[in-house]
């Protein structure tokens, strides 16, 4: 039954028959969050695809932009994506099955919403900065590899970044790609030291596993990010399995933490940093790919968790490489940046 979009309504999310209350005109995903509860979801308006669902029952809207990711034949078969899906009947079923998120990471962890401070703003090269806030007081508890919506300062929107900076740390840290057009690109030159903002979260799914196995992490321009938290909590701990980072960048200025990790891998034998430089006119992934098959044999992958970030097509490309080399998929972990110009987030009610 088709109703007025400005009447609240419900949506349950199956596997889990969690039901959740609908505001009026607002998007899934949204609704989703508000509630404390957690689906795998990136770009925000349609763009990349991660919070794709089936629609088991009900009518939804969504917006045009996503007939570029949802074809006509995925949205034939119901397929939905819930950033950029609004309830047009009293209720709708969806089912994020295959997704392959788990009841407990469904179930969130508490969020915070806080004004903080900023405490710096440091442009690395001309494509990528650092930006440093204040952490909220406790109980703030982020795990390493989440990320947190950063309101935009003039709060027409929110922007996704993943954390940077270790678990207990004072400061948090965000590497953040520009993006020509891109909403929180533009706002950084307003961004000063002194001033706050609002963040939301921690979100995500994308974290350390506690495991023997060794460790292989690859990060690619402002992916290095969630890496970096993921192996400063892996160093802490006495007796952690061997792990190396093999770090990709545009130039050497992009090596973000850099001179960090060399000094972590010096002062830690079961440690190993290697920074990649694209070399003309082979591009970052080759240089992944060459650098996989100098190191990695198909028994070492067999045994060793990966662990990606970066770019989708990066990301996708490598993945595809470590599998077909030998690594068992259900030991990748992979987090894909969609570069977005598009409209920045609605903040949740």
Known sequence: MSVDMSQPGTLTVEPFGVRLAVQPDEKLLQAILRNGNYVPFGCNHGGCGTCAAQLVAGDLEQDSGTLTTLDERARAHGQVLLCSSRLVSDSAVVDVTASGIS????????????????????????GLSVL???????PWTPRPGQFVHIELPDRTGWRAYSLASPAEASLLQFVIRAVPGGAFTTALDEIRPGGTLRIRGPYGAFQLRTSHRPKLFIGS??????????????????????????????????????????ALAKAD????????????????????LEWLAAHATA?????????LCGPDRFVDITAGALCAAG??????AADRFTASAGPAVTPPA
């Open 103 to 126: 009841g407990e990471e469904f179930a969130g962890a508490p969020l915070h919403d806080r004004e903080v401070t900023v405490d710096d703003v440091t442009a690395v090269s001309p």
């Open 269 to 288: 034998n079961d440690f190993a940093y290697h920074p990649l430089l694209p070399q003309h006119p082979r591009r970052g992934t080759d240089r992944v």
């Open 221 to 262: 321009g402002a992916g290095i990010g969630p890496i970096r938290s993921m192996i400063h909590d892996l160093l802490r701990s006495p007796g952690h399995p061997p792990a190396h980072l093999v770090h990709v960048a545009r130039s050497a200025a992009e090596l973000v933490f850099g001179e960090e990790f060399a």
């Open 327 to 332: 690594l068992r998929s259900r030991y990748l």
């Open 299 to 307: 028994v070492e992958l067999r045994r060793t968790e990966a662990y």
């Open 132 to 138: 440093t806030l204040s952490a909220p007081p406790p």
